[in-house]
């Protein structure tokens, strides 16, 4: 079965310090996709970034980052230069590529990151 | 625009009362799912579908039941048997390839008193 942990329930920091959310999986398949999402206060879910298991390159979007570590399941999200507008629930999830599986994403529990001005 | 639309945002029902939460999606996406999000649990799957006229439980399909009759629409009824069904509903859609991931709906917020 698959599953993702973000042990980190809440984190609270002071405007314009890095903030690293973790994320870990597991699953047993070959192939698989991860994706992060955030959540602002109205409840949409936002999509912010995806990744093949096959590509292991660490991307970055303007204050952005991913860490995508295969040999430890773990796909971490930080934000450098952290600004009120960020301040959201994050999620991450994780679905098998393709096949006859199950065909949903699995998400985490969320980190909810609080940005004080 | 293409997107998502989840009726009503926020719901009161009576306990023991069923009650019908809508989706309509204008993305011609082939898959649609519902998750239920509580605090401190992330999102939950209910049900979903790949297909109109076919859909799979998730992993607390108990007390929830769905129909997906139109590629657009894929209604969701929370019924009585569903034992603490206060919570968050959202709805998504998506392409046939997960990898071009969900399009959310804004939530709809369900209360039972």
């Known amino acids: 079965a698959q599953k993702v942990t973000q042990a980190q329930t809440e984190i609270s920091v002071v405007e314009k310090e890095d903030v690293t959310l973790d994320c870990v999986y597991e699953t047993r398949d070959t192939t698989y996709y991860l994706f992060w999402y955030k959540q602002p206060p109205s409840g949409e879910l936002v999509f912010l970034i995806r990744?093949?298991?096959?590509?292991?390159q660490n991307e970055i979007s303007g204050r952005y980052s991913w860490n995508f570590q295969k040999s430890t399941s773990s796909f971490n999200f930080t934000i450098t230069a952290s600004q009120v507008v960020d301040s959201a629930v994050y999620f991450c999830a994780l679905s098998e590529a393709e096949g006859t599986g199950r065909r949903a994403l699995t998400f985490g529990s969320g980190t909810r990151l609080q940005v004080q001005p | 625009d293409g997107g998502i639309t989840q009726s009503p945002k926020y719901l009161f029902r009576k306990e023991g009362q069923n009650v019908t939460l809508s989706c309509e999606q204008n993305l011609n996406h082939d898959a649609m799912y519902w998750y239920r999000q509580d605090p401190g649990q992330g999102l939950r799957l209910i049900y979903y579908s790949q297909i109109v006229n076919d859909f799979q439980k998730g992993d607390i399909a108990e007390g929830y039941s769905v129909s997906r009759e139109k590629k657009e629409s894929f209604p969701l009824t929370v019924t009585s048997a569903q034992k603490n069904p206060t919570a968050f509903y959202l709805c998504?859609?998506?392409?046939?390839?997960?990898?071009?991931?969900?399009?959310f709906g804004s939530g709809t917020r369900l209360t039972v008193v």
């Open positions: 998504a859609s998506s392409p046939r390839r997960l990898w071009d991931g969900y399009t």
């Open positions: 990744r093949n298991s096959f590509d292991e």
